[in-house]
């Protein structure tokens, strides 16, 4: 290979994938004919067509009709996933209140019966949705959903209009309800949410569900006095379930229609812990735990997404094969 097609190659890297596996070889063939005699470098005119037309096509596929048909479906996925992220938020809780309770009984402003009662049909409510919505009764799940989050919101600002609402008390407020509206928008915008169940794979969902609940659980219980550090186990395996999902079109689209509500759930105490060192103890101790902690799972995010690129490139079909 010479130098002029190796330039050329890695200008072609800026295409989609499926575009190259069509396209790569004739393009590369007419700008090599095209070249000079000697040239080593791509010529200035051709650099700018590439990467113009590369960001051209990049632009388009957002809106295209199969685009917007892959969003369709990624909503579907997203529409099936979200209430079992609320269910691994809420089962550790539920447990270790109702453990409390048996072994302590009720404890005035600590536990109470009806903190016990309230947490537990939560938790009912949210099987409750993810049946509904795996049985495509999606207007059903909706409302009950929305009906749970109407309540939980109006339980937790009333007791804090007296004391006023500033930043440091809207900002907690809206990253543990944000997660709650985002399940009820899915529902209510997403028709036939089962279609998600069938692309994703019942037995690949309940097996990745079955892995977070235990080791949440298990965590959020028997860790309690590390929490910080133990908080890396569920941030690392959705890192590492959203780099395995990033590589395809729907397994994107399905990240960022999820992340508002994954996102606070597994960096909620992660940032509480640090907002506490920094405004609490005036200590930078939690923050650079913290930083460090959202650092690796980034770096556990970008090698899932390598590796399984380079996957996907040794199992798919030669370019003869390839072409139409």
Request: charged share 15%; hydrophobic share 55%.
């Amino acid at each position: 290979m010479s130098e002029l097609e190796r330039h050329y190659r890695r200008l072609l890297r800026l295409y989609p994938r499926d575009h190259r596996a069509r396209h790569e070889e004739e393009m590369l063939g007419v700008l090599m004919a095209a070249a000079e005699p000697g040239r080593r470098r791509p010529h200035p005119q051709d650099v700018a067509d590439l990467i113009g037309g590369a960001a051209a096509i990049r632009l388009r596929r957002p809106i295209s009709p199969q685009s917007l048909m892959c969003w369709r479906d990624a909503a579907r996925v997203a529409a099936v996933l979200a209430p079992l992220v609320l269910l691994i938020q809420q089962f550790p809780v539920v447990v270790r209140e109702i453990g409390m309770y048996i072994q302590r009984g009720p404890e005035p402003g600590v536990l109470s019966t009806g903190d016990v009662v309230e947490q537990t049909l939560g938790l009912l409510v949210y099987v409750a949705v993810t049946v509904f919505a795996w049985h495509d009764h999606r207007w059903i799940a909706a409302g009950l959903a929305w009906a749970w989050t109407i309540w939980l919101g109006t339980d937790m600002i009333i007791p804090t209009y007296d004391w006023g609402w500033g930043f440091s008390q809207l900002l907690p407020l809206g990253l543990l309800l944000l997660p709650y509206v985002a399940v009820a928008v899915l529902l209510t915008g997403t028709a036939h949410p089962l279609r998600g169940v069938q692309l994703v794979g019942r037995r690949r969902i309940l097996i990745w569900f079955a892995v977070f609940l235990g080791a949440t659980t298990v965590i959020r219980l028997l860790a309690a006095n590390t929490v910080l550090w133990w908080e890396s186990v569920p941030l690392g395996l959705t890192a590492l379930v959203c780099g395995m999902a990033a590589g395809s079109p729907l397994g994107r689209r399905s990240i960022v229609l999820l992340a508002s509500v994954f996102l606070p759930v597994v960096l909620r105490l992660v940032l509480f812990v640090a907002v506490w060192s920094w405004w609490g103890e005036s200590s930078f101790t939690g923050v650079a735990q913290a930083i460090g902690m959202v650092c690796a799972a980034l770096v556990v995010f970008g090698i899932t997404v390598y590796l399984a690129g380079r996957r996907e490139t040794a199992s798919a079909p030669p370019r003869e094969a390839a072409q139409p």
